[in-house]
């Protein structure tokens, strides 16, 4: 009988995105993940296993038919998970097993901050420095909670109480940052500068 | 018979090195020797740039013959794809049309204020000189068709008085703008000019020698040049001008003044223009000193810049360059502009980060020239090796970026891929020497997104850190620091006569632009009032 010549497994990896972060301790949280071939084979019902520090699975589900939109192969799911029960840093390791033998297994380590439940709603209110206009758009961090304002210049973060490094940025303005202490709802409102531009345009 | 008719006539039974009691090679001699001038002219000068036209112009305006050599297919030089920005004072007439008051020893004084960090070793003899010339070369290009945006001038360079103003694109046609830029107002207007007056302009003809009575002394007779390898020997009856541009693409050369500056940094106006160093190179041979040194590594001004179009090979942040440009096929893309680094993260060749990429510092710059390698010696040992801008699909949409052709280079500047480890496998790149590690690239971006998510760069110090990078598919753009200024030159003096390295001139021989050295300053001021200069002075020398 012939001997058959050995077939190096495709080498598949992994991309997790789209967790909230933070989660909020004890809840469920969900999160995107999909896996890809460079030979872009299809990875269609891969099996993908959430675990966490101690090994307990703490989500999962299989890759659905459609790759991921402007990707080439990666086919991916939207999965449910169990967020940490306790508040601090965690790591996530997202394992995917293909269903056939012609691909290996790959595995993929993710941050998950996990905090305790909100108490106090954070009303941030930005304009734009001089003008007074509403600034849509502005990236928010109040501590390790993140949001962006809508149309209104608005945004909220629910967050426990305490004291929060407060931080604003938008593309083509300064970033601004400064201390809060929450103990209450509150509302806060900020005035972002336009950061300078190039004083001449890129010629072309 | 003097000894210039008796090297004519090519009667040299004896060596040059005898009778000037040289002791040399006899072989150099023998190369040094030209027994026929295919050519001749008052004054020759090797560079179609802004310095090269400027000179032309200002030696025929006092009845010189000139010639001109150029080593690429047209004229211009980097001018061609600059911005056009021509701070000059003193009282020009467009200074006086918006009423601003000015003299040439404010120009002076603002120009040696020993606060400027850029400018402040510079010889204040060369800045006296420039600055005298400020008015008389800014009315001159007046005068010769060059045409100003006429608005209110602006400061800059640590000036106290408002002396910037930008030169308007030649025209629309990109043939013959190049990239559409403002500096073919100068360049262009300058050549019409020049050409007007009867200037010759040799096209594609490289300087190969600078010839002198002896190696290292006597005056200078002319240059040798080629054109489609046959060889052409023009004599300049009172000056050869060099107007090379500089140095900035020549590895070696720049080496010289800082050995990090390997062969990964490319150069800002290439590939229309090389600054290859055959002036400066040249003029050593034949004894010419180089001056001002340290300006090219002052950590000032843009001898290394940050790449501000990533993923194309030439990101410049004023030089884009456009698809429909002439030498868009040689330039690859026009690269992605980077609003804001908070969109990004830089890495090694390796896949490692190694800096705060806020940072628009020369620590920055500093970091990515550093020693970068895997921790066992295997990487460069000088140069910092390629730097690539991670993204993700987020990044894309908050720049509003296209990242497909033009905009981006496939062709080893620019690669995506549907996740991290599959796009460091797809990086291939001249300069990548060895294959990006993909558990590498993936522990860097895993490391950087949990720092978003505690809001704290405790690695790099990294401000306000937004965004991780997470989202599909992913990017790898080409962000190594590209490389501009050449700040030091040859020694001339205020007269813009190159001079030997004991300080004595070497006659007939003369040097402006950015082949010149001893002035920090940055782009077409310096060089055209340099230019000027020594054409008028190579015009009136006696021989």
Sequence with gaps: ?204 | MNRRTFLKDGALGVGATALAGVAVQDGDVAAQRVTRWDRAADVVIAGAGASGLCAAIAARDLGASVIVVEQNHDIGGHAMVSGGRIPLGGGTRLQKKFGVVDSADQVYLDHTNPGNLELRFSDRDLVRAWAEENAATFDFLLDNGVRFDEVMPTLVNGGTVPRLFRTLPYSDNLKETINGSPGSGLVRALEKSARAKGVEILLRHNLTRIVRDNPTSGRVQGMTATFENKVLNVEARRGVIIATGGFTSNVAFRRMFDPRLTEEYQVAGEPWSRQTADGEMLAMAIGAALWGTSNVASERGRTVTKTRHIGARYGYENLRWNPGSPMFPLAGGSGLTVRSYQDVICVNQFGARFWNELDDTYGFLNACLGRHDDGRQNGKLNGGGPIWAIFDAGAVAREKWDPRPPNVDPNGWFFSADTIPELARRIANPYQVQPMPPRNLEQTVGTFNAHVDAGKDPDFGRPGLMFKVEKPPFHAAWATPILHDALAGLRINGRGEVLDMRGQVIAGLYGAGESAGGFALHGLPRVTVFGRIAGREAARART
């Design chain 1, 1 to 204: 009988m012939p001997e058959r010549e050995a077939i190096a497994p495709h080498e598949i990896s992994l991309a997790v995105w789209d967790l909230a972060s933070p989660v909020v301790a004890g809840r469920r949280a969900t999160l995107k993940a999909g896996a890809s071939c460079p030979s872009g084979c299809d990875l269609t019902g891969t099996r993908i296993d959430i675990y966490d520090e101690s090994g307990a699975r703490v989500g999962g589900g299989r890759l659905g038919p459609a790759p991921w939109p402007e990707t080439a192969a990666l086919y991916w799911a939207e999965l449910d998970v169990a967020a940490p029960e306790g508040d601090g840093d965690h790591a996530w390791s997202v394992h995917a097993s293909a269903p056939e033998t012609l691909h290996g297994s790959a595995t993929a380590v993710v941050s998950v901050v996990a905090v305790s439940p909100p108490e106090f709603r954070v009303t941030v209110e930005v304009s734009e420095q001089g003008s007074g206009v509403p600034l849509a758009g502005v990236e928010l961090r109040v501590g390790r909670f993140r949001a962006a304002t809508d149309e209104q210049g608005h945004a909220r973060v629910e967050v426990p109480g305490g004291t929060y490094e407060l931080c604003a940025w938008k593309l083509g303005y300064a970033m601004l940052s400064r201390t809060t202490h929450v103990a209450a709802d509150t509302t806060i409102r900020l005035e972002v500068a336009a950061a300078s531009e190039p004083d001449q345009p890129y010629w072309m």
